[in-house]
């Protein structure tokens, strides 16, 4: 059973000015397994549903899972990507994923972020990004002159390290979830191409 008080916390940032700059424009967002168990528990509510439609499956070669891992914040000191899922009967991977948008996020609701605690990995470490190895403040977030301290960069770790844990203990429920999902919503496929 799925353990939904894992990840309470959040990254946080002093002064966060809640613009929800953050929000808007966004990039691939990777939906991991605690927030596709979330989706799938909500799936039978009618305004969840219209937003499930947004979602895209990406399909993703072996070879190329390391370049899709450093595209969408997901290579740590270790590849998450390959631990979210197992592959499929040919051996690809597929991951689902709040596809890049020039507008806002939906899921942003009036009063923020409708996922709450269940949101993507990445939203939950905002404005924390890894850039060329280094923990750095994402360039998107007024605040990313802020200096960070020792505690935020321990807390990283931890989130990091139980994410990592529960991902793979779910790895194949994951897989098995993604297809149910999938065969009810249909999501558009996309073929990862490295850059
Ligand atoms: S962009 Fe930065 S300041 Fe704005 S809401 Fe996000 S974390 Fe807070
Ligand atoms: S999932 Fe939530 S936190 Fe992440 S970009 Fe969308 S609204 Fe923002």
Redo the contacts with the bound molecule.
């Keep these: 059973m799925f353990n939904n008080a894992l990840f309470p916390d959040e990254m946080s940032?002093s002064q966060?000015?809640?613009?929800?700059?953050?929000c808007s424009d966004i990039p691939t967002c990777i939906i991991d397994y605690h927030t596709l168990h979330f989706l799938a528990l909500k799936s039978k509510n009618a305004n969840f549903e219209k937003l499930l439609n947004e979602i895209v499956l990406y399909r993703i070669k072996p070879e190329f899972l390391n370049s899709a891992a450093y595209l969408w914040q997901h290579y740590f000191k270790y590849n998450l990507l390959e631990m979210i899922t197992i592959p499929n009967d040919v051996g690809d991977f597929l991951i689902a994923a709040i596809p890049k948008t020039r507008g806002k996020c939906p899921f942003l609701s009036e009063i923020g972020c409708i996922l709450r605690e269940n949101k993507p990995l990445n939203c939950k470490l905002?404005?924390y990004i890894q850039f060329q190895g280094r923990i750095s403040i994402s360039p998107?977030?007024?605040?990313q002159k802020k200096s960070i301290s020792e505690i935020t960069l321990n807390k990283l770790d931890e989130i990091l390290e139980e994410y990592t844990q529960t991902a793979i203990h779910h790895s194949l429920d994951y897989y098995e979830l993604l297809k149910r999902m999938n065969s009810k919503f249909n999501w558009r496929i996309i073929n990862y191409k490295s850059l």
């Design positions: 940032i966060c000015a809640t613009c929800r700059l953050c905002f404005p998107v977030c007024p605040l």
